[in-house]
């Protein structure tokens, strides 16, 4: 099983790293969505930078993750069906998508950075809670688009159904970033906020692995 996991995860990098669509698109819209709001705002405060951090972070992931499911074809998805396990397969595509949203929340920080900024005051935890963050972001809508795919491809099925799920995640990365921005949080908050957080993505996993090898049945 993780033999093949991992001949499908290399088979995505070497796609991306051929057509490269994904990766300089993406990276085109952070950067003029970051220069627009340097020049609209220049020096924003901690809980603007903050607010305005994580809600990019979730116009990328749209943009990157949720095309990981829409690009396949219906013959490359019945070779996959051969030789891989739905498990497997899903694993697979999760993996690369974390991957490829902590490549670009990283990319996005350091932009954030030039542009904005840096009113991070820990920046290991920060970084740390921006991996996480990426992680948990790129899971949920990894699932939302193995879902939309088999609506007529509909792409912004996703956004509706990833919104709900995504929102209190959200809400819980903003609220652990403050620990980085030297907020005071009671004894033991921030690693109750970081296992919550958690707690999510395994949630979101468990229903990817039970859900998806009915989704391909179909």
């Known amino acids: 099983m993780v033999k093949r996991v991992i001949t499908l995860l290399k088979k995505d990098i070497l796609l991306e790293f051929r057509q490269k669509h994904t990766f300089y698109g993406v990276l085109l819209y952070i950067a003029s969505t970051i220069f627009v709001l340097y020049l609209s705002i220049e020096s924003p405060d901690a809980n603007v930078w903050n607010g305005l951090f994580w809600t990019i972070q979730l116009f990328i992931c749209v943009n990157a993750v949720a095309k990981s499911f829409l690009q396949e074809s219906k013959g490359r998805m019945l070779y996959f069906y051969s030789i891989a396990s739905p498990v497997e397969f899903i694993v697979a595509k999760m993996l690369y998508n974390l991957l490829l949203m902590v490549v670009m929340s990283l990319l996005s920080l350091m932009l954030f950075t030039v542009f904005l900024g840096n009113p991070v005051e820990k920046s290991g935890w920060f970084i ?91």
């Open 128 to 218: 740390g809670i921006v991996v996480l963050g990426g992680a948990s972001i790129s899971i949920v809508f990894t699932l939302m688009s193995a879902i939309a795919a088999k609506a007529q491809q509909n792409a912004a099925l996703i956004a509706i159904l990833g919104f709900p799920v995504i929102l209190p995640q959200l809400l819980l990365l903003m609220r652990l970033s403050k620990a980085a921005f030297a907020e005071v949080f009671r004894q033991g908050a921030v690693m109750q906020l970081s296992l919550l957080i958690s707690g999510l993505d395994v949630l979101v996993i468990a229903m990817a692995v039970i859900l998806f090898p009915y989704l391909w049945k179909d």
